[in-house]
């Protein structure tokens, strides 16, 4: 059995104060599911964060991180400084670190080396443009960005990835793939990993969909073979919305 997951991205949302609120809601109203359940709020309230969630089974990751360890690099944080603080999972290669800070495939190879090199979690976040998919380009983007970023990892590194597809007309737009184009997409992404590793990873390694998540459309995704739960943007800073998608994974 694959492992169920929905993580929600805060992106850049919630002051310290409205991320103790919403921590608390979710505590109150979470009961304990086979789902596993992951919060990923900016880097200023991740020890907080880990504070209040230290006893639950709500887990506490990163949106992003530098690949080297230390040094002159204003603003970034690194692997060290996050498992310093116990988190252990990081969002990689999502598409507004693409687009929005232009990180590369190069970028985001070196991120999710260092991170495995630490024994962390990846999240690693790929896909297509609405051009691409418009242009019926949307499978050979998809898997290139895969092999990109995927293609030198060693058996045992498989253990600690977690896949996301996200097309990006999707993200934040209202807009969501129909329940067969997710498919359809994680049905190619399962055999390109077979493909770079093996038939047991490919069948062990969760992919998740993102790309307005809702309550309304959850269960429809998640009922999808290869859809094994989402990453979860916008749906994610309220309570009810966010354990309302986690209750549709089970
Ligand atoms: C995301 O940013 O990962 C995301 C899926 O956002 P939204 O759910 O708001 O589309």
Known sequence: MRQKIVAGNWKMNKTLQETEELIKAL???YTTSNTEVIIAPTYVNLYRSQELLNSSKIKVAAQNMHFESTGAFTGEISAEM???IGVETVILGHSERRDVFFETDE???????????????VIFCFGE???ERKSNAHFEVVSSQLKSVLS?????DWDNVVLAYEPVWAIGTGETASPEQAQEMHKHVRNEISAMSSEAVASQIS?????????????????KEDIDGGLIGGASLKADDFLAIVDAAE
């Open 207 to 223: 992919i998740l969909y993102g790309g307005s998540v809702k309550p309304a459309n959850a269960a429809g995704l998640f009922s």
């Open 107 to 121: 970028i985001i190879a070196k991120k999710v080396r260092k991170a495995l090199d630490q024994n962390m979690r």
């Open 27 to 29: 505590q109150s109203s």
């Open 152 to 156: 030198a990892l060693s058996e045992t």
């Open 82 to 84: 996050l498992q310093s």
């Open 129 to 131: 443009q609405l051009e």
